[in-house]
Protein backbone atom coordinates (compact mmCIF):
# COMPACT_ATOMS: atom_id res chain seq x y z
CA UNK A 1 0.00 0.00 0.00
CA UNK A 2 1.01 3.71 -1.08
CA UNK A 3 0.59 6.30 0.98
CA UNK A 4 0.87 10.01 0.13
CA UNK A 5 1.00 12.84 3.25
CA UNK A 6 0.70 16.42 2.05
CA UNK A 7 1.76 19.62 4.87
CA UNK A 8 2.35 23.50 4.37
CA UNK A 9 -1.07 24.48 3.48
CA UNK A 10 -2.90 27.45 5.71
CA UNK A 11 -3.52 30.84 5.69
CA UNK A 12 -1.36 33.22 3.72
CA UNK A 13 -2.05 37.14 2.81
CA UNK A 14 -2.47 38.03 -0.84
CA UNK A 15 1.56 38.41 -2.82
CA UNK A 16 2.73 36.24 0.89
CA UNK A 17 4.34 32.42 -0.12
CA UNK A 18 3.63 29.23 0.81
CA UNK A 19 6.15 25.87 -0.23
CA UNK A 20 3.84 22.31 0.58
CA UNK A 21 5.32 19.03 0.14
CA UNK A 22 3.99 15.61 -0.53
CA UNK A 23 5.68 12.83 1.16
CA UNK A 24 5.31 9.02 -0.37
CA UNK A 25 5.59 5.80 1.14
CA UNK A 26 5.08 2.14 1.43
CA UNK A 27 5.85 -0.63 -0.73
CA UNK A 28 7.08 1.74 -3.51
CA UNK A 29 9.47 0.08 -6.81
CA UNK A 30 9.47 3.49 -8.25
CA UNK A 31 8.56 6.68 -8.67
CA UNK A 32 7.83 7.85 -12.78
CA UNK A 33 5.74 11.54 -11.86
CA UNK A 34 4.62 13.27 -8.66
CA UNK A 35 2.65 16.50 -9.14
CA UNK A 36 0.19 18.93 -7.25
CA UNK A 37 -3.51 19.64 -8.62
CA UNK A 38 -5.76 21.61 -6.88
CA UNK A 39 -9.56 22.25 -6.95
CA UNK A 40 -11.76 25.18 -5.47
CA UNK A 41 -15.64 24.63 -4.25
CA UNK A 42 -17.81 24.28 -7.56
CA UNK A 43 -14.93 24.15 -10.12
CA UNK A 44 -12.73 21.05 -11.88
CA UNK A 45 -9.57 20.01 -10.42
CA UNK A 46 -7.02 21.28 -12.18
CA UNK A 47 -2.84 20.51 -12.58
CA UNK A 48 -0.51 22.80 -11.02
CA UNK A 49 2.06 21.44 -11.52
CA UNK A 50 3.93 18.45 -12.07
CA UNK A 51 7.24 16.82 -12.36
CA UNK A 52 9.05 13.09 -13.67
CA UNK A 53 11.68 11.01 -12.45
CA UNK A 54 13.77 12.67 -15.13
CA UNK A 55 13.11 16.42 -14.20
CA UNK A 56 10.72 17.63 -16.73
CA UNK A 57 8.25 19.93 -15.24
CA UNK A 58 4.95 20.89 -16.97
CA UNK A 59 3.32 24.29 -14.79
CA UNK A 60 0.30 26.09 -15.07
CA UNK A 61 1.52 29.53 -13.41
CA UNK A 62 4.68 31.04 -14.03
CA UNK A 63 4.68 32.04 -9.69
CA UNK A 64 5.38 28.33 -8.80
CA UNK A 65 7.85 26.32 -8.88
CA UNK A 66 7.71 22.07 -8.02
CA UNK A 67 11.00 20.68 -6.58
CA UNK A 68 11.88 16.77 -5.89
CA UNK A 69 13.69 14.62 -3.80
CA UNK A 70 13.65 11.45 -5.14
CA UNK A 71 15.93 10.15 -2.69
CA UNK A 72 13.08 10.80 0.23
CA UNK A 73 10.03 10.11 -2.23
CA UNK A 74 9.41 13.96 -2.05
CA UNK A 75 8.17 16.67 -4.02
CA UNK A 76 7.58 20.47 -3.09
CA UNK A 77 5.79 23.29 -4.67
CA UNK A 78 6.76 27.19 -3.68
CA UNK A 79 3.97 28.97 -4.19
CA UNK A 80 4.89 32.80 -4.17
CA UNK A 81 2.84 35.89 -5.08
CA UNK A 82 0.11 34.35 -4.00
CA UNK A 83 -3.95 35.52 -4.97
CA UNK A 84 -7.21 34.70 -3.60
CA UNK A 85 -7.86 32.72 -6.82
CA UNK A 86 -5.49 30.63 -5.98
CA UNK A 87 -7.67 29.18 -2.50
CA UNK A 88 -8.17 26.00 -3.14
CA UNK A 89 -7.54 22.23 -1.67
CA UNK A 90 -4.51 21.36 -3.10
CA UNK A 91 -3.69 17.68 -3.90
CA UNK A 92 -0.76 15.34 -4.02
CA UNK A 93 -0.79 13.12 -6.77
CA UNK A 94 1.94 10.51 -7.95
CA UNK A 95 2.53 7.19 -10.58
CA UNK A 96 4.27 4.75 -8.61
CA UNK A 97 5.05 1.54 -9.38
CA UNK A 98 4.36 -1.19 -6.84
CA UNK A 99 6.74 -4.16 -5.56
CA UNK A 100 4.23 -6.34 -6.19
CA UNK A 101 2.74 -5.13 -10.13
CA UNK A 102 4.76 -4.16 -12.62
CA UNK A 103 2.73 -1.32 -13.67
CA UNK A 104 2.40 2.53 -12.68
CA UNK A 105 -0.56 2.74 -10.78
CA UNK A 106 -2.21 6.74 -9.82
CA UNK A 107 -2.29 7.63 -6.13
CA UNK A 108 -3.66 10.69 -4.28
CA UNK A 109 -3.24 12.43 -1.01
CA UNK A 110 -5.97 13.55 1.28
CA UNK A 111 -5.64 17.29 0.50
CA UNK A 112 -4.24 20.33 2.04
CA UNK A 113 -6.21 23.66 2.38
CA UNK A 114 -4.91 26.59 0.73
CA UNK A 115 -6.48 29.64 1.34
CA UNK A 116 -5.38 33.43 0.31
CA UNK A 117 -7.09 36.10 2.16
CA UNK A 118 -6.66 39.55 3.74
Known amino acids: QVQLVESGGGLVQPGGSLRLSCAAS????????MGWYRQAPGKQRELVAR????GSTNYADSRFTISRDNAKNTVFLQMNSLRPEDTAVYYC???????????????WGQGTQVTVSS
Open 51 to 54: ISSG
Open 93 to 107: HASIRIRSYSLDSEY
Open 26 to 33: GSIFSISS
